[in-house]
Each structure stands twice: as structure tokens, then as C-alpha cells.
């Protein structure tokens, strides 16, 4: 390959997919904001009526954790970096590490997403896609094995 030359572009960040012509974010191919807006309000309503997971969020309204989530998984997806703008780095583990995060509050979270998820017209992939980074993800946050 000559210095005139370009590789072809390669998926460097989480989410984007490559083609011959485009570079699309996942966040753009399962539908942008309006996708992760039903995921994550869907998710909050199991959250509401659970009595484990809701006490873990401190404000009684919980439409500022609904945006939270829906501006982290936005950016993280290839979306707006609102995210980080506003709360700098995600910072995960730190941010969980006040909470009690058991096998049993990872499980009823991972319950509620995928009732939240299978409300979603996703394609198999997309679908997938999501399901095993939200899997990973509250598998990594499981900071004690109390009850």
C-alpha cells in the first residue's frame, strides 16, 4: 500500500459496524436515542416495583437514573458523548461501589433489562449484541457476595 493510499476503515470504537461506503454506529443502525429512551424507561418501570433495586437509587422520582442510563449506553453505543460531558468518565465499578450489588440485585437487574430489551424491535444481532454487553456489564459489577 502506497502513503496515498487509505486502509479501509475499521470498527475501532464498541457498537460501529464497517462498510465499503459508511462507517454506522450501533447506535444509529438499532435506531438512535429514541431506541435507548424505550429501553431504559422500559427497564425503570421493573426497577420501580422492585424491592431490592429501587432502594439503591436515592432520588424517589426516577427519571434522573432514566437519564443517566439512557445518555451512558447512548455514548457507549456511538451516540452522543452527553454522557461525559456532563459526569466526566463513566467510571463504573466507583460509581456502584456505595451499592450492595450481590448475585441477587445483578439478577433482578439483568431480569428487568431483558423484559426492558425484548420490548424492542431489534434484529437478532443488534439484539444479541446488547443482551451480551449488558450481561458483561452486571456481571462486573457484582461488588460482594452478602445477602
Keep these: 500500500m502506497t502513503e496515498q493510499q487509505t486502509p479501509p476503515a475499521t470498527a475501532s470504537e464498541p457498537g460501529t459496524e464497517t462498510s465499503e461506503e459508511t462507517t454506522t454506529s450501533f447506535y444509529e443502525q438499532v435506531g438512535g436515542r429514541a ?50 460531558e456532563r459526569r466526566g468518565h463513566p467510571r463504573l465499578r466507583m460509581r456502584h461501589v456505595a451499592f450492595k450489588v450481590n448475585p441477587d440485585a445483578r439478577d433482578r437487574w439483568l431480569a428487568h433489562m431483558r423484559a426492558a430489551l425484548d420490548t424492542l424491535d431489534l434484529s437478532p444481532l443488534h439484539e444479541a449484541t446488547l443482551w451480551d454487553y449488558l450481561q458483561r456489564a452486571a456481571h462486573s459489577l457484582v461488588n460482594t457476595f452478602e445477602e
Excluded: I, N
Aim: net charge negative; aromatic share 16%; proline share 10%.
Design 35 to 84: 431506541t435507548f429512551e424505550k429501553l431504559v424507561t422500559e427497564f425503570y418501570k421493573g426497577v420501580a416495583d422492585d424491592p431490592v433495586l429501587k432502594p439503591m437509587y436515592p432520588e424517589a422520582d426516577l427519571g434522573p437514573a432514566t437519564e443517566r442510563l439512557t445518555q451512558f449506553l447512548e455514548q457507549y453505543w456511538g451516540g452522543p458523548g452527553t454522557y461525559s
